[in-house]
């Protein structure tokens, strides 16, 4: 269901008046506008809004007759939000020569809306937004007119003006009429407005807000969306005892919808979306979706899984709200709440036994400080979630609180070392204790970054700062702001961030100030020094290859081994593994073994072949690739070229047999070619003829010794 929107905008002179350096009342005015447009845009929202004038050179509305109803205009008909409505807002709307009457304004609105919303369908409430610093001159004999016209056509009434405090009270600042609270005295007729308004409100309940709030309540135009459908179950505790539930969404994670239907500039324009399925090889071959089925590799295979293995698999599991236990409430930590939402869960509606069962397991979990641990299945077949239900009294309202808890693999301990407050810390970590006096200044520091007593309102009274409830989201105001530029002005640059949402990502004055002090004995007390980095020392390797030299052990000098156990075991590699086998592969050819570099080589190629073909996509092409860089540069030096050359040509085969073109576009790419008689004297492959290699043209030298020839199965089979 939608809502209809009146915004009624005052453009007299007084609007547009502001000390140096501030921003006007006006202006203030149309960025909150732009705001509420922007939400409702950028949401898909079915509102629709109408832009009333008021103050104007002119005059333009229904009722106009004369005198009645002048310096009024309906700028724009109740419809619903568009591009060329927020360029109006933007570039448009100037301020004027002549007063206008709220009064009057609010009834031509009204009208408006009535008149729109006749036998319009889907419109589910009415909505004014008067925009005034009520400076101008009105009228009191149309004061029934509009509180009777508010309340036949039900409509919620808002204003965003000055503050509207007490005169009487002397104890609180001056009221300030400045959209920025600029501090200075309320005019008469400023006054004489307040009033009226104020008996206005009260008569049909309407909430007024200052310049300064106009930001934070815009969450409440948006807050007004959709109508709930409750989720009905039964609230099973025992096996006898059941009470029928209902569960609403209370809070829940706000995520920016996407912008692929978002208003276009011509909004007749059909929007579709196409989209196409093709084979991974090398013409990007089409195929029909029906054609396709979802597969999960296991090892180098990819196992099919059809809707049928799918739904067979899923686990079977009936809808219910199952009481599981009760706990303390202590004993569900913070850290422990899972999900994106939390819910309202209350007695079914029209049903006074299940109201009073469960008023009173929330009475005794309150009385008790517990809470519920339940298990939840949204719908039959659905899987089961782990939750806690916990009481929430308030004075006219009772209900228990459903947030959703992790199971046992949803856990992750991460265990981080604490420092050593106390005496018995291990002498090695006690040169890290904080002092008294660094502990005390930590504690000062938090205790002045609390926000729950910061801001202060009109009445001199400590509010808390940042209130969720009050607080827009920068991110997508910012999001926004962006789109909105680029649709407007395609050619242009992103603007800056808009000041009035960059003010929200600084931290309260009153915050930073508290903290001066604190901060600057941090400073004193927490000094930071620069660690040299130690020198590097010998490694285990080469303290064993030391002692291989002639010489008795004994007078060889003292070193340092580093690293311990880890670097000593590098001597001890007997096989090239797959999760270092670069390092592997050179640490067995360190011994200078013949026999050893060729049994080394061969794994080496076996562990080549298994990466690629285990590689989903080119998942592990860059282990490979620096497997044969690695085997490539070893024979080089161990003037074995024909034993790479051999096996390259080997590889081309195999990749090609495989269908892993892919790999060898890298080994294109990185030109890793045969070894040529400019690297290699014994090799007997020109470099003209390695670059052809690489082209399709291959020519393969015999070794001079004879050697047993591997094609692709014998190294597919060492796998």
């Given at each position: 269901?939608?809502?209809?929107v009146?915004v009624?905008l005052?453009v007299?002179?007084?609007?547009?008046?502001?000390?140096?350096?501030?921003?006007t009342?006006?202006?203030?005015s149309?960025?909150?506008i732009?705001?509420?447009?922007?939400?409702?845009?950028?949401a898909?929202?079915?509102?629709?809004?109408a832009?009333?004038?008021?103050?104007?050179d002119?005059?333009a509305?229904?009722l106009?007759?004369g005198?009645?109803?002048a310096r009024?205009?309906v700028?724009?008909?109740l419809a619903a939000?568009?591009?060329?409505?927020?360029?109006?807002?933007?570039?448009?709307i100037q301020a004027s020569?002549?007063?206008g009457?709220?009064i009057?304004?609010?009834?031509?609105?009204?009208?408006?809306?009535?008149k729109?919303t006749?036998?319009?369908?889907?419109i589910?409430?009415?909505?004014?937004?008067?925009?005034s610093?009520?400076?101008?001159?009105?009228?009191?004999?149309?004061?029934?007119?509009?509180?009777g016209?508010?309340?036949a056509?039900?409509v919620?009434l808002?204003?965003i003006?000055?503050?509207?405090?007490?005169?009487?009270?002397d104890?609180?600042p001056?009221?300030a009429?400045?959209?920025?609270?600029?501090?200075?005295?309320?005019?008469?007729q400023?006054?004489a407005g307040?009033?009226m308004v104020?008996?206005?409100?009260?008569e049909?309940?309407?909430?007024?807000?200052s310049?300064?709030?106009?930001?934070?309540?815009?969450s409440y135009?948006?807050?007004?969306?959709?109508k709930?459908?409750?989720?009905?179950?039964?609230?099973?505790?025992?096996?006898?005892?059941?009470?029928?539930?209902?569960?609403y969404?209370?809070?829940?994670e706000?995520?920016?919808?996407?912008?692929?239907?978002?208003?276009a500039r011509?909004?007749?324009a059909?929007?579709?979306?196409?989209r196409?399925?093709?084979?991974?090889d090398?013409?990007?071959?089409?195929i029909?979706k029906?054609d396709?089925?979802?597969?999960?590799?296991?090892?180098?295979?990819?196992v099919p899984?059809?809707?049928?293995d799918?739904?067979?698999?899923k686990?079977?599991?009936e809808?219910?709200?199952?009481?599981?236990g009760?706990t303390?409430?202590?004993?569900v930590?913070r850290?422990?709440y899972?999900?994106?939402?939390v819910?309202?869960?209350?007695?079914?509606?029209?049903d006074?036994a299940?109201a009073?069962?469960?008023?009173?397991?929330?009475?005794?979990?309150?009385e008790?400080?517990?809470?519920?641990?339940v298990r939840?299945?949204y719908?039959n077949?659905?899987?089961?979630?782990?939750g806690f239900?916990?009481?929430?009294i308030?004075a006219?309202?009772e209900?228990l609180?459903?947030?959703?808890l992790p199971?046992m693999?949803d856990?992750r301990?991460?265990?981080?070392?604490?420092?050593?407050?106390?005496?018995?810390?291990?002498?090695?970590?006690?040169?890290?204790?904080?002092?008294?006096?660094?502990?005390e200044?930590?504690d000062n520091?938090?205790?002045?970054m609390?926000?729950t007593?910061?801001?202060?309102?009109?009445?001199?009274?400590?509010?808390?700062?940042?209130?969720p409830?009050l607080t827009?989201?920068?991110?997508?105001q910012?999001?926004?702001?962006?789109?909105?530029h680029r649709?407007?002005?395609p050619?242009?640059?992103l603007p800056?961030?808009?000041?009035?949402?960059?003010?929200?990502?600084k931290?309260?004055?009153?915050?930073t100030?508290?903290?001066e002090?604190?901060?600057k004995k941090?400073?004193?007390k927490?000094?930071?020094?620069?660690?040299?980095v130690?020198?590097?020392?010998?490694?285990?390797?080469?303290?064993?290859?030391?002692n291989d030299?002639?010489?008795?052990?004994a007078?060889?000098?003292?070193v340092?081994?580093?690293?311990g156990m880890?670097d000593?075991?590098?001597?001890?590699v007997?096989?090239?593994?797959?999760?270092t086998?670069?390092e592997?592969?050179r640490?067995?050819i360190s011994a200078?073994?013949?026999?050893?570099?060729?049994?080394a080589c061969?794994?080496?190629?076996?562990?080549i072949?298994?990466?690629i073909m285990a590689?989903?996509?080119?998942?592990f092409?860059?282990?490979?690739?620096?497997c044969?860089?690695?085997?490539?540069?070893?024979c080089v030096?161990?003037?074995?070229?024909?034993t790479?050359?051999?096996?390259l040509?080997?590889?081309?085969e195999?990749?090609k047999?495989?269908?892993?073109?892919?790999?060898?576009q890298?080994?294109?790419?990185?030109?890793?070619?045969?070894i040529?008689?400019?690297?290699?004297?014994?090799?007997?492959?020109t470099?003209?003829?390695?670059a052809?290699?690489?082209e399709?043209?291959?020519?393969e030298e015999?070794p001079?010794?004879?050697e047993?020839?591997?094609?692709?199965?014998?190294?597919l089979?060492?796998?």
């Amino acid at each position: 269901m939608a809502e209809a929107v009146a915004v009624v905008l005052d453009v007299s002179p007084s609007m547009d008046s502001a000390p140096a350096g501030e921003t006007t009342s006006l202006q203030t005015s149309l960025n909150a506008i732009t705001m509420i447009l922007q939400r409702k845009m950028f949401a898909e929202s079915k509102d629709e809004v109408a832009l009333v004038l008021f103050g104007t050179d002119n005059t333009a509305n229904d009722l106009a007759d004369g005198d009645n109803y002048a310096r009024i205009i309906v700028a724009k008909p109740l419809a619903a939000p568009s591009w060329d409505l927020l360029e109006y807002v933007q570039n448009d709307i100037q301020a004027s020569h002549h007063t206008g009457d709220f009064i009057d304004a609010l009834v031509v609105a009204v009208d408006h809306l009535r008149k729109a919303t006749k036998g319009k369908r889907g419109i589910a409430g009415k909505r004014l937004i008067l925009f005034s610093n009520l400076g101008g001159e009105f009228g009191d004999d149309k004061i029934d007119t509009i509180v009777g016209a508010l309340k036949a056509e039900e409509v919620e009434l808002n204003i965003i003006g000055p503050s509207l405090g007490d005169d009487d009270d002397d104890d609180g600042p001056p009221n300030a009429a400045n959209a920025n609270g600029h501090t200075k005295e309320k005019t008469p007729q400023q006054r004489a407005g307040e009033t009226m308004v104020q008996h206005i409100l009260s008569e049909v309940e309407g909430e007024c807000y200052s310049f300064g709030e106009a930001l934070p309540a815009l969450s409440y135009f948006q807050a007004k969306a959709v109508k709930q459908t409750a989720w009905k179950c039964t609230l099973d505790i025992g096996a006898d005892l059941r009470i029928p539930i209902c569960m609403y969404t209370r809070v829940t994670e706000a995520k920016t919808k996407s912008m692929k239907k978002v208003y276009a500039r011509d909004q007749d324009a059909a929007i579709q979306n196409e989209r196409t399925f093709h084979l991974n090889d090398e013409a990007e071959t089409e195929i029909e979706k029906d054609d396709t089925v979802q597969g999960h590799r296991y090892g180098k295979d990819l196992v099919p899984f059809s809707p049928e293995d799918i739904e067979g698999m899923k686990f079977q599991a009936e809808k219910c709200f199952k009481v599981l236990g009760m706990t303390k409430s202590e004993n569900v930590k913070r850290h422990h709440y899972m999900g994106t939402s939390v819910y309202c869960c209350v007695g079914d509606k029209g049903d006074d036994a299940a109201a009073v069962a469960l008023s009173a397991l929330i009475q005794a979990l309150y009385e008790t400080n517990s809470v519920v641990i339940v298990r939840r299945v949204y719908a039959n077949k659905g899987s089961p979630k782990l939750g806690f239900l916990s009481p929430h009294i308030k004075a006219k309202y009772e209900c228990l609180m459903y947030s959703e808890l992790p199971f046992m693999e949803d856990v992750r301990q991460f265990t981080f070392g604490s420092l050593p407050l106390s005496d018995d810390a291990p002498p090695a970590v006690q040169k890290y204790k904080p002092s008294a006096e660094q502990l005390e200044l930590i504690d000062n520091l938090i205790t002045d970054m609390d926000l729950t007593n910061v801001v202060e309102d009109d009445d001199g009274e400590k509010n808390e700062a940042l209130k969720p409830k009050l607080t827009f989201n920068p991110f997508r105001q910012r999001l926004f702001q962006c789109l909105q530029h680029r649709a407007l002005n395609p050619d242009e640059p992103l603007p800056e961030l808009n000041p009035l949402i960059a003010d929200y990502l600084k931290p309260a004055t009153e915050v930073t100030t508290k903290c001066e002090g604190t901060v600057k004995k941090m400073k004193e007390k927490f000094k930071l020094e620069v660690v040299q980095v130690k020198k590097e020392v010998q490694t285990g390797q080469n303290v064993f290859k030391e002692n291989d030299d002639d010489g008795p052990a004994a007078k060889k000098p003292k070193v340092e081994v580093a690293g311990g156990m880890a670097d000593i075991t590098k001597v001890m590699v007997t096989e090239v593994g797959t999760v270092t086998p670069v390092e592997d592969f050179r640490s067995i050819i360190s011994a200078k073994d013949e026999d050893r570099f060729e049994e080394a080589c061969k794994m080496m190629q076996t562990v080549i072949i298994k990466t690629i073909m285990a590689s989903f996509g080119s998942q592990f092409f860059g282990k490979a690739l620096d497997c044969l860089k690695a085997l490539r540069q070893e024979c080089v030096k161990n003037s074995e070229p024909n034993t790479f050359n051999h096996y390259l040509v080997i590889l081309k085969e195999t990749l090609k047999e495989k269908n892993k073109k892919d790999f060898w576009q890298e080994i294109v790419k990185d030109h890793l070619t045969l070894i040529d008689k400019s690297e290699s004297e014994d090799s007997g492959v020109t470099k003209e003829e390695g670059a052809k290699f690489l082209e399709g043209e291959v020519k393969e030298e015999e070794p001079e010794e004879k050697e047993d020839e591997e094609d692709a199965d014998d190294l597919l089979a060492m796998m």
